[in-house]
């Protein structure tokens, strides 16, 4: 079985607005006013992270929907790290 | 004679397009047997990056390149030919033949063929030297060149020089940018918002000459520079071509498959051949919010019509509908086009800001509706635009709030 992603981590410097999390999963990532990739979490709270998934504004996260939002981004900029803070993408 | 294969889903091209759909049909399709041909030897991999500092300048390691390993392949029972090219189409017969003798007899086409770098047609351009960025065979060849390069020469004024002229700086390679064109980018922008590249490109150490055509290339083997029309000649052991991209449609247009600038399609992504079906940068296809038939080359455009197209090919009949855009950033300008940036008949424009003022928007307007826009230094109206031309805004009334570089678009959504 696949490791559970935990915390989500967009790096803002690897980020270049091209858009592809948003493609795959525009109820957890959209662009801000930079251009970056941003989470968006409860409360109205969005930010590149990191944060873990239970703080993301929606009812369930979708493990393999959020791997592959992961794995589209062209500059690999979005990390996912397990329970344990564990690195599973980029692998 | 070869035996045919049967494949339910066959796919020409392993770019964003070609993958992504691979990767919908099989979630959508378990069992269902899934072929992508690629005329390049590598799995899926990042063509963004490949222009871009981390990876060119060998900040990261080169595996980074790759955005699916072999074994993703393998784990999604998808069959991944690389190094291979289609050779022929019988779209009666549904039949593929491809440059390796074999035969496919497919249920389902996808043709996201992409494009390749327009050539240099100029006697001598094949000289050791002269380089094109579109594949990564091609970049593997810059990369290398730039570890001895002393001069360079970009052609062409367009993202590729833009981003290639900044990489040579980096290097500290001298740097020249010629053009044909009276500005830089002027087949998509006005004067004033080249002006403010070249500004940019000038201040990173690029030296640029304008209205100038290549006549003759020097040297023997290896490219020692070059002369123009108007008879200046230039020095260069590394000249980088961007002249555009072009579809190689030749084969499939034989055989039936209607074609402009790219292949047709209507807003389903399929061609006039049954069964047939095209995605991405290949893709002329009609725009359901524009109403025209448009071609884009970008990664999420492809990446989002790739989905779109599976999905249709699985018979959900969903139209493609996305306002797309495109950045880049070199030199410190950020540059962004969202929608139709093309000046077409009947099409005005609503300028925002100025060179002088370090920052330049500009909306396109037509039958009273945003329709595209041009932005340097003003990325972050990237997304307001879009929902604006989605929303189908009326501008009238509107006009002076449009003008004023410091009125906040959003105000308006």
Redesign the interface.
């Known amino acids: 079985m696949a490791k559970q992603i935990k915390k989500v981590l967009v790096d803002r410097d690897l980020c270049i607005g091209a858009a592809s999390c948003i493609a795959v999963m525009p109820e957890v990532f959209e662009l801000d006013g930079e251009n970056k990739a941003v989470l968006i979490q409860k409360g109205g709270i969005k930010n590149s992270g990191p944060a873990t998934i239970d703080a993301f504004d929606v009812s369930s996260v979708n493990q393999e929907t959020l791997r592959m939002a992961a794995e589209s981004c062209p500059t690999k900029a979005i990390f996912l790290y397990d329970e344990d803070g564990g690195q599973i993408y980029p692998d | 004679m070869a035996e045919i294969v049967k494949i339910k889903y066959l796919i020409i091209g392993g770019g964003?397009a070609g993958t992504?759909a691979a990767?919908t049909l099989r979630q959508n399709d378990p069992a269902g047997s899934i072929t992508i041909v690629s005329d390049e030897p590598y799995p899926f991999y990042?063509?963004?990056?490949l222009s871009?500092p981390?990876f060119f300048l060998g900040k990261i390691p080169f595996e980074?390149i790759f955005?699916?390993k072999e074994n993703w392949y393998k784990e999604h029972n998808i069959n991944f030919m690389g190094g291979v090219s289609a050779s022929d189409l019988d779209s009666q017969k549904k039949i593929v033949s491809l440059s390796n003798g074999q035969i496919i007899e497919y249920e389902k086409l996808l043709l996201a063929i992409g494009g390749c770098a327009r050539r240099w047609q100029i006697p001598d351009s094949d000289k050791k030297g002269i380089c094109y960025l579109r594949t990564l065979d091609e970049t593997k060849e810059v990369i290398n060149a730039i570890k001895t390069a002393k001069k360079a020469i970009c052609i062409g004024g367009g993202f590729v020089s833009f981003e290639t002229c900044e990489l040579l700086r980096m290097k500290n390679i001298d740097t020249t940018l010629l053009v044909m064109e009276p500005y830089f980018w002027a087949n998509l922008l006005d004067e004033e918002s080249g002006l403010m590249i070249e500004d940019a490109l000038q201040k990173g150490g690029v030296k640029i000459f304008k209205n100038e055509i290549t006549e003759e290339i020097l040297g023997d083997e290896n490219v020692k520079g070059l002369k123009t029309k108007t008879d200046k000649e230039f020095e260069a052991d590394l000249i980088v071509v961007g002249i555009g991209i072009m579809c190689p449609m030749n084969i499939f247009q034989k055989n039936g498959l209607a074609v402009s600038r790219g292949i047709l399609a209507n807003e389903y992504l399929e061609t006039n051949l049954p069964d047939v079906w095209t995605a991405g940068d290949s893709a002329e296809f009609k725009d359901v919010i524009l109403n025209e038939q448009i071609m884009l080359g970008n990664?999420?455009n492809a990446?989002?019509q790739g989905?779109t197209v599976a999905l249709n090919m699985l018979g959900k009949k969903q139209p493609f509908r996305m306002v797309s855009?495109y950045?880049t950033?070199a030199f410190g300008l950020?540059i962004?086009f969202v929608g139709d940036m093309k000046v077409s008949e009947g099409v005005s424009v609503i300028k925002r800001g100025s060179r002088e003022s370090g920052s330049l928007g500009r909306l396109l307007i037509k039958n009273e509706k945003i329709i595209g826009a041009t932005l340097m230094n003003r990325?972050?109206e990237?997304?307001p635009i879009s929902k604006l031309i989605e929303n189908n805004f009326k501008v009238a009334g509107h006009e002076k709030e449009l003008a004023d570089a410091d009125f906040d678009l959003k105000k308006l959504l």
């Open positions: 964003v992504t990767e990042s063509r963004i990056m871009k981390n980074n955005l699916k990664w999420a990446q989002t989905k855009f950045t950033i950020n962004a990325t972050n990237m997304a």
